[in-house]
């Protein structure tokens, strides 16, 4: 199941940095501010969801701890 969180988290990781890097070009061309701003509430939302991947992850392993 850890494994199964850690996958997941690295995912949802890298589709923050793809929805940051779209919004930012978004915002640098100057085209629609409203998807622009759309694309950053995605990228806190998908922030969170890894967030919570990872202190699941943390909890499922033990957080670190020797065995």
Avoid: H
Wanted: avoid cysteine; hydrophobic fraction near 60%; glycine fraction near 8%.
């Amino acid at each position: 199941m850890s494994t199964v969180t850690y996958v997941a988290a690295i995912i949802v990781m890298g589709l923050v940095a793809i929805v940051l890097i779209r919004g930012l070009l978004n915002m640098m061309k100057g085209d629609n501010p409203n998807l622009s701003n759309r694309l950053m509430q995605l990228r806190v939302l998908l922030q969170a969801v890894a967030v919570i991947l990872i202190m699941l992850t943390l909890w499922l392993t033990g957080g670190g701890r020797p065995a």
